[in-house]
């Protein structure tokens, strides 16, 4: 009769690392990760908020889905110790959203403008090379590449999509579903596109990996329920995509330092070994093509809807938060128990945050919890979709980092005016914070 949602924002300093179980009234679980890096800056931390969940979870335990919001340093620089074949955890599915070649070089020379370190680092390299081959080494059963989805549809429960059969499409494989020993079960529903990814998951020896790499639409959702079927929990995605105009300055400037077209450009990168080489040997164009783009912008960003499916009469839901071990909420009745997490996105274009709206639509209104863009950078703020969500708690996970200003003045000063909370998680382990959210099935 009970679904039980324990999250923790874990402070890595300036990155991203969000760790969650769901767990119903017979203990059965399902964790889930959204994002795991830091920048090298905070390396110390992020290794040992690392080590404290793994040893909270136990090793060579199951993660039953590994989210990645995109592939900037910061937010995936940890999946290495995450995942590690001897000490870290088992995951089943890893989801991110579908990048092509053209993107994935544009996230690389930001993260390079931002972190020259990031060169010598041969799994991020790796990523960008051949993202599905990367996350393969770590075994996976399966790989979801989610990508926008058709704009007539919206999230399953979000009250304006269509196909919200809690049994989901019948041409999906069963194999998209999670079920383990002791586990809580999942499946996906919802309407749009899917289809095989059309390449092989490659070992590194360059033989086949066992793991299913596929495409599906945003308009899907991961779905897992509580024993009497009486409450349904969401993990929902919404893809917002690298701004067009930023990405096609960058090639053209690319093209020009190659001294080629840029479809000739893109012709000879249809072969991953050239984008290894580019990766190896033109650095240097890389950054000046960037730098004619540089500023504080975005790329592709995967968001993330964590909460219930919908919310009816016979739901009790509760909720509570500490940081540290000081408790500044006990379990109380609570209006709203989701959690929302925005990434990367570049919210702060009026014409992208209608589209975030209306895609999540009603689950906005059961929002407890929203991670702010960017970690809290200015220029990704919006106050009107802020003040419409009118979450409880504002999450900016950030730290001192070069000039970087996160969060920045007019974020802080927006939330103040609001009379709403900010939670500022730093590298300190004392900034974190733990929530445990409870939806409970009245008795009929």
């Known amino acids: 009769?009970?679904?039980?949602?324990?999250?923790?924002?874990?402070?890595?300093?300036?990155?991203?690392?969000?760790?969650?179980?769901?767990?119903?009234?017979?203990?059965?679980?399902?964790?889930?990760?959204y994002d795991c890096g830091a920048m090298q800056k905070y390396a110390r931390q992020r290794s040992n908020r690392i080590d404290e969940h793994l040893k909270s979870v136990g090793s060579n335990e199951v993660l039953d889905v590994?989210?990645?919001?995109?592939?900037?340093?910061?937010?995936?620089?940890?999946?290495?110790?995450?995942?590690?074949?001897?000490?870290?955890?088992?995951?089943?599915?890893?989801?991110?959203?579908?990048?092509?070649?053209?993107?994935?070089?544009?996230?690389?020379?930001?993260?390079?403008?931002?972190?020259?370190?990031?060169?010598?680092?041969?799994?991020?390299?790796?990523?960008?090379?051949?993202?599905?081959?990367?996350?393969?080494?770590?075994?996976?059963?399966?790989?979801?590449?989610?990508?926008r989805g058709s704009k007539n549809l919206?999230?399953?429960?979000?009250?304006?999509?269509?196909?919200?059969?809690?049994?989901?499409?019948?041409?999906?494989?069963?194999?998209?579903?999670?079920?383990?020993?002791?586990?809580?079960?999942?499946?996906?529903?919802?309407?749009?596109?899917?289809?095989?990814?059309?390449?092989?998951?490659?070992?590194?020896?360059?033989?086949?990996a066992d793991a299913s790499a596929f495409i599906v639409d945003d308009t899907f959702a991961m779905m897992a329920s509580s024993a009497d079927g009486c409450c349904d929990w969401i993990l929902s995605p919404f893809v917002d995509p690298v701004i067009k105009s930023k990405k096609d300055l960058f090639f053209r400037e690319l093209?020009?330092?190659?001294?080629?077209?840029?479809?000739?450009?893109?012709?000879?990168?249809?072969?991953?070994?050239?984008?290894?080489?580019?990766?190896?040997?033109?650095l240097p164009d890389l950054t000046t093509a960037y730098s004619a783009v540089a500023g504080d912008f975005n790329v592709t960003s995967l968001c993330l809807y964590s909460g219930p499916k919908a919310v009816t009469t016979t739901m009790k839901m509760e909720?509570?938060?500490?940081?540290?071990?000081?408790?500044?909420?006990?379990?109380?009745?609570?209006?709203r128990v989701g959690w929302l997490a925005t990434g990367d996105a570049a919210l702060q274009?009026?014409?992208?945050?209608?589209?975030?709206?209306?895609?999540?639509?009603?689950?906005?209104?059961?929002?407890?919890?929203?991670?702010?863009?960017?970690?809290?950078?200015?220029?990704?703020?919006?106050?009107?979709?802020?003040e419409g969500i009118d979450a409880t708690i504002h999450v900016a996970a950030a730290d001192a980092y070069s000039n970087w200003r996160h969060p920045g003045t007019k974020v802080m000063q927006c939330l103040a005016s609001m009379g709403r909370l900010l939670w500022l998680t730093t590298s300190s382990q004392k900034s974190g914070l733990t929530e445990t959210v409870r939806v409970r099935c009245r008795p009929k």
């Open 255 to 282: 093209a020009k330092s190659r001294g080629i077209t840029v479809s000739a450009l893109k012709g000879w990168l249809g072969d991953t070994k050239n984008v290894e080489e580019l990766l190896l040997k033109g």
């Open 319 to 335: 909720s509570s938060f500490c940081r540290s071990s000081t408790r500044l909420h006990k379990m109380k009745q609570a209006k």
């Open 66 to 147: 590994l989210f990645i919001s995109h592939i900037h340093f910061d937010h995936i620089s940890g999946l290495e110790r995450l995942l590690d074949k001897a000490k870290g955890l088992k995951v089943d599915t890893i989801v991110m959203p579908l990048i092509n070649v053209e993107d994935r070089l544009f996230a690389y020379a930001r993260a390079v403008n931002e972190e020259p370190s990031t060169i010598n680092d041969p799994f991020f390299r790796d990523l960008i090379v051949n993202p599905v081959n990367a996350l393969g080494r770590f075994d996976p059963r399966q790989v979801l590449l989610v990508q």
């Open 1 to 33: 009769m009970t679904l039980q949602n324990r999250r923790q924002q874990r402070a890595v300093g300036q990155g991203f690392f969000h760790t969650a179980e769901l767990e119903d009234e017979e203990g059965r679980k399902l964790r889930y990760v």
């Open 349 to 386: 274009v009026g014409t992208r945050a209608k589209a975030f709206t209306k895609h999540y639509g009603s689950h906005l209104q059961n929002t407890y919890t929203l991670t702010l863009p960017h970690h809290g950078s200015d220029h990704n703020h919006n106050a009107a979709l802020i």
């Open 154 to 208: 919206g999230a399953p429960g979000s009250g304006r999509d269509s196909g919200d059969d809690p049994d989901g499409p019948l041409d999906i494989p069963h194999v998209w579903g999670g079920e383990r020993q002791e586990g809580l079960s999942w499946k996906l529903i919802g309407s749009g596109f899917w289809g095989e990814y059309g390449q092989p998951v490659l070992k590194d020896d360059g033989t086949k």
